[in-house]
Nanobody, 116 residues
Framework: QPQLVESGGGLVQPGGSLRLSCAAS????????MSWYRQAPGKERDLVAG????????NYAYSVKGRFTISRDNAKNTVYLQMNSLKSEDTAVYYC?????????WGQGTQVTVSS
């Protein structure tokens, strides 16, 4: 059974950092493009960052470029999102997404709250 489990969310002050992790199981992780999305209250779920199968190509939403870094460890079946210089507008539920060919898997999400 495919599964994505996010961790690392929490409450952080503006300017702080968090590192999200997403542990994958039940499918061939090394053959899946991976992404992080986020959804703030009352808003749509938006793409934050994506990384290709080999880990050499990444893309970011304009609002997080230069502050967030996506990476993956295919040996650990895990994708990460390093978030620095956090702002209040980064507050959202963050979701991990996996797209092996022909499939689309989502995690349950982890809450990130940026507040003083």
């Amino acid at each position: 059974q495919p599964q994505l489990v996010e961790s690392g969310g929490g409450l952080v002050q503006p300017g702080g950092s968090l590192r999200l992790s997403c542990a994958a199981s039940g499918f061939t992780f090394s053959m899946a493009a991976m992404s992080w999305y986020r959804q703030a209250p009352g808003k749509e779920r938006d793409l934050v960052a994506g990384i290709n199968i080999g880990g050499r190509t990444t893309n970011y939403a304009y609002s997080v470029k230069g502050r967030f870094t996506i990476s993956r460890d295919n040996a650990k079946n895990t994708v990460y999102l390093q978030m620095n210089s956090l702002k209040s507008e980064d507050t959202a539920v963050y979701y991990c997404n996996a797209r092996p060919t022909g499939f689309d898997y989502w995690g349950q999400g982890t809450q990130v709250t940026v507040s003083s």
